[in-house]
T-cell receptor
Framework: SQQGEEDPQALSIQEGENATMNCSYKTSINNLQWYRQNSGRGLVHLILIRSNEREKHSGRLRVTLDTSKKSSSLLITASRAADTASYFCATGFSGSARQLTFGSGTQLTVLP | NAGVTQTPKFRVLKTGQSMTLLCAQDMNHEYMYWYRQDPGMGLRLIHYSVGEGTTAKGEVPDGYNVSRLKKQNFLLGLESAAPSQTSVYFC?????????????FGEGSWLTVV
C-alpha cells in the first residue's frame, strides 16, 4: 500500500507549546492533506498542499512539503487542550488523485 | 446542512449474519467512499463510487458489497459477517477543492461481530 507514514505515533506536550508531526510517503504525489480526528468522531479536513507548493498556513497550522525528500510536516503553534486528537496525513497520487491514501496517524495529547 | 450521515451508529452482529450500513450526503458530491478504521492501521478503502450507478473496489473489498442507486446514497453490505469485520466504518464523499480531492467524513459506525 502506498501509504503515508506519520511520525511520531504519539506526542504529548504542554498547552502553549508547539507540536510538530511528520509524514513520509513513497511515490510521486499530486497533493498532500492533513486531517484531524477527535476521539469517537469522523475525520475533519484541515489543510491541503499541492505538489508544487512548499509551505502553507491556515490559522495556527503550518504545513511544509518537501517533494525531494517525500515528506511533509504539520506544525501546530501555541497548542491548546482542544487540539488533542489524532492527526492523519493523506496523499493523492498522480493519476489517482481522487483516491486518498491515509497514514496510521499521530496521537497528539495537549496537557493543560 | 447535515453533510455525511451514517446509520446505524452502533451494531452487534453474530457471525454469519448480514447487514447494510446506510450513508447519505447532501452536498451533491459525485464521489463517495467506504473506509474501515482499525487500531494501528489507519483508514483502508473498501469500495468507492465515482457517480450514481457506479462502484469500484478499493484496498480491502472482500466480504463487502456496495450499491449507489441514487447519487446521494451509498450502501455498504456485509453478506456473511465475520469477526475480522469488527471495525469502525466511515462513509465519506469528496469534492475537488483548490487542486485536491477534499474528503468529508461521516461520524462512523461501530460494528462488532461476535
Amino acid at each position: 500500500s502506498q501509504q503515508g507514514e506519520e511520525d511520531p505515533q504519539a506526542l504529548s506536550i504542554q498547552e502553549g507549546e508547539n507540536a510538530t508531526m511528520n509524514c513520509s510517503y513513497k511515490t510521486s504525489i499530486n497533493n498532500l492533506q492533513w486531517y484531524r480526528q477527535n476521539s469517537g468522531r469522523g475525520l475533519v479536513h484541515l489543510i491541503l498542499i499541492r505538489s508544487n507548493e512548499r509551505e502553507k498556513h491556515s490559522g495556527r497550522l503550518r504545513v511544509t512539503l518537501d517533494t525531494s525528500k517525500k515528506s511533509s510536516s504539520l506544525l501546530i503553534t501555541a497548542s491548546r487542550a482542544a487540539d488533542t486528537a489524532s492527526y492523519f496525513c493523506a496523499t493523492g497520487f498522480s493519476g489517482s488523485a481522487r483516491q486518498l491514501t491515509f497514514g496510521s496517524g499521530t496521537q497528539l495529547t495537549v496537557l493543560p | 446542512n447535515a453533510g455525511v450521515t451514517q446509520t446505524p451508529k452502533f451494531r452487534v452482529l453474530k457471525t454469519g449474519q448480514s447487514m447494510t450500513l446506510l450513508c447519505a450526503q447532501d452536498m451533491n458530491h459525485e464521489y463517495m467512499y467506504w473506509y474501515r478504521q482499525d487500531p494501528g492501521m489507519g483508514l483502508r478503502l473498501i469500495h468507492y463510487s465515482v457517480g450514481e450507478g457506479t462502484t469500484a473496489k478499493g484496498e480491502v473489498p472482500d466480504g463487502y458489497n456496495v450499491s449507489r442507486l441514487k447519487k446521494q446514497n451509498f450502501l455498504l453490505g456485509l453478506e456473511s459477517a465475520a469477526p475480522s469485520q469488527t471495525s469502525v466504518y466511515f462513509c465519506a464523499s469528496s469534492a475537488w477543492v483548490m487542486g485536491g480531492n477534499t474528503i468529508y467524513f461521516g461520524e462512523g459506525s461501530w460494528l462488532t461481530v461476535v
